[in-house]
């Protein structure tokens, strides 16, 4: 008996530190009341522990924050469950040390059952500004959303998976906007080197390739504030505009097929950019736009590029800058 004793101060003296504090994690330890508003609360503290220069934040909260969100598709009666990636910020005034990032989160959770558009983000926003006492606020939602793609001239049909993000932003006078984002990836066949593998054909009878390359187009978004538009709207826009989208499934016709097309719809980086600017100037749904075209070059290493934008007075200014981003 004498030895258990031993052995239990031993035991309770190990998970004791030489300043008599206990190393042992209590799993049975409940906060009551009382406690939990002793906890210190460093967000909401004076002016006085501000490190730094004293000045207003634009925009701190939380990147890559994962859940299940529930999306309306057309080809199915249900909605569809997608991970989607949350970016969710808020300004911070001069005076205040930060924000309590927890309830970005617990933002979302009461609209987990809900169907996510870019209009319910304003409702979301709403809360941040209340919960969170401050003056601006923005969402983005990042996810893969399928679509079904039929093949160009056999029965074959598959996923296409597109890059799509919604984005609400709402401002000290409680104006919201809604932008989209929607990544588009197709084949561009160069002009110039169609032109000269035609050249060579004719004039010295040499059989030629001309080069095309995977190529991509973003496309962000501004939406009329009592508009809506749909990612399939967005899709159309893109395919009507540059003919020429990527791929699922296909056999030997549609190889063919889609040699054809790339033959019929010949395009520079420039052509791109403006044919996307015909198709998306015509939609009056839409309030402004930017799109950022990438043709990654078969015949060089590097890139050819092209920005667009509506030219809207203070609108999106064509200055997008992430072009690796556009690899694909």
């Known amino acids: 008996m004498k030895t258990a004793e031993n052995k239990l101060q031993a035991q309770d003296k190990s998970r004791t530190g030489a300043d008599g504090m206990t190393r042992e994690y209590d799993a049975a330890f409940v906060v009551s009341d009382d406690y939990q508003k002793s906890l210190p609360d460093m967000q909401n503290a004076s002016g006085e522990a501000i490190q730094g220069a004293r000045v207003g934040i634009q925009q701190v909260g939380i990147s890559n924050f994962r859940l299940p969100l529930k999306y309306t598709v057309p080809y199915r009666e249900e909605p569809l469950t997608l991970e989607t990636r949350v970016t969710g910020t808020v300004s911070l005034e001069a005076t205040r040390k930060g924000i309590n990032m927890s309830r970005i989160i617990r933002g979302f959770s009461d609209y987990q059952?809900?169907?996510?558009?870019?209009?319910?983000?304003?409702?979301?926003?709403?809360?941040?500004?209340?919960?969170?006492?401050?003056?601006?606020?923005?969402?983005?939602?990042?996810?893969?959303?399928?679509?079904?793609q039929r093949s160009l001239r056999s029965a074959l049909s598959g996923y296409q998976y597109y890059d799509v993000a919604f984005e609400g932003i709402v401002d000290r006078d409680n104006r919201f906007r809604k932008i989209l984002y929607f990544d588009f990836v197709y084949s561009s066949a160069c002009p110039c080197s169609a032109e000269l593998a035609e050249h060579a054909r004719d004039v010295r009878n040499v059989y030629a390739i001309p080069h095309s390359q995977r190529s991509k187009a973003r496309l962000r978004v501004e939406v009329e504030p009592d508009a809506r538009v749909s990612i399939e709207d967005l899709h159309g826009h893109c395919l009507?505009?540059?003919?020429?989208?990527?791929?699922?499934?296909?056999?030997?016709?549609?190889?063919?097929?889609?040699?054809?097309?790339?033959?019929?719809?010949?395009?520079?980086?420039?052509?791109?950019?403006?044919?996307?600017?015909?198709?998306?100037?015509?939609?009056?749904?839409?309030?402004?736009?930017?799109?950022?075209?990438?043709?990654?070059?078969?015949?060089?290493?590097?890139?050819?590029?092209?920005?667009?934008?509506?030219?809207?007075?203070?609108?999106?200014?064509?200055?997008?800058?992430?072009?690796?981003?556009?690899?694909?």
Do not use: W
């Open 113 to 148: 059952e809900h169907i996510f558009s870019p209009e319910l983000l304003e409702e979301i926003l709403a809360y941040y500004k209340r919960s969170m006492d401050t003056f601006s606020a923005q969402i983005k939602l990042n996810f893969s959303y399928p679509m079904l």
């Open 240 to 328: 009507a505009a540059l003919v020429t989208e990527t791929q699922v499934m296909v056999k030997r016709e549609d190889e063919q097929a889609f040699a054809e097309m790339n033959g019929a719809a010949v395009k520079f980086v420039e052509d791109a950019a403006r044919l996307m600017h015909e198709q998306l100037d015509g939609d009056r749904r839409i309030r402004d736009f930017e799109v950022a075209c990438a043709h990654l070059e078969s015949l060089h290493s590097h890139d050819a590029i092209s920005v667009i934008a509506k030219g809207v007075p203070g609108g999106f200014k064509a200055d997008f800058s992430d072009f690796k981003d556009l690899i694909c």
